[in-house]
């Protein structure tokens, strides 16, 4: 079974850093592209970042401060998130993506709340 | 990076059809066979309904079904239940070989 676990989400200050972690389970990490989306509270769904075998995409809102990277060999995934802003808030998921076009798993979210 | 536009509610009886549309340009619905739908329940992770256009995955009742028509990709559920009231989010790769979703259809069954 096909399983995506997300940690790392929590409270911090504009500015500051955060870095999620998704531990995945069921499948190869290696051999599929993977994604984070977030959802604020409220709203509707974001892309924010995608990671193949060799390349990375970033929307624009997150570019430069935003990076993604993956750990085969521990079947993870990883957002490090720095520069912080208030309209980052929201839950991030972590998504196993078929052939780059398609989400077809999606973990349960870490909710990540920029206030003062 | 514009968000694909859905209507940002639909309404239907039990038993009843509705469809919900999804519209985006050529450098993404239109350009490529790759919208997927995905439906949300609230607190829940988002589901996987439809892929490529029209195809569903295994489990999926196929009382969803998907269609496109040049930039408009479609969604339609018929004979509507209690339990396909949720959020539904279009999705489609693009040109950047990113993604882009919808901004959401709440379908309230009546």
């Known amino acids: 079974e096909v399983q995506l676990v997300e940690s790392g989400g929590g409270l911090v200050k504009p500015g500051g850093s955060l870095r999620l972690s998704c531990a995945a389970s069921?499948?190869?990490?290696?051999?599929?592209?993977m994604n984070w989306v977030r959802q604020a509270p409220g709203k509707g769904l974001k892309w924010v970042s995608s990671i193949s075998s060799s390349f990375t995409y970033y929307a624009d809102s997150v570019k430069g401060r935003f990076t993604i990277s993956r750990d085969n060999a521990k079947n993870s995934l990883y957002l490090q998130m720095n520069s912080l802003r208030v309209e980052d808030t929201a839950v991030y998921y972590c998504?196993?993506?078929?052939?780059?076009?398609?989400?077809?798993?999606w973990g349960q979210g870490t909710l990540v709340t920029v206030s003062s | 990076q514009s968000a694909l536009t859905q209507p940002a509610s639909v309404s239907g009886s039990p038993g009843q059809s509705i469809t919900i549309s999804c519209t985006g340009t050529?450098?993404?619905?239109?350009?490529?066979?790759?919208v997927s739908w995905y439906q949300q329940h609230p607190g829940k992770a988002p589901k996987l309904i439809i892929y490529?256009?029209?195809n569903r995955p295994s489990g999926v009742s196929n009382h969803f079904s998907g269609s496109q028509s040049g930039n408009t990709a479609s969604l339609t559920i018929s004979g509507l239940q209690a339990e396909d009231e949720a959020d539904y989010y279009c999705s489609s790769y693009t040109s950047s070989s990113t993604l882009v979703f919808g901004g959401g259809t709440k379908l309230t069954v009546l």
């Open positions: 490529d256009v029209s």
């Open positions: 050529t450098s993404d619905v239109g350009g490529y066979n790759y």
């Open positions: 069921g499948f190869t990490l290696s051999s599929y592209s």
């Open positions: 998504a196993r993506t078929l052939r780059m076009t398609t989400i077809d798993y």
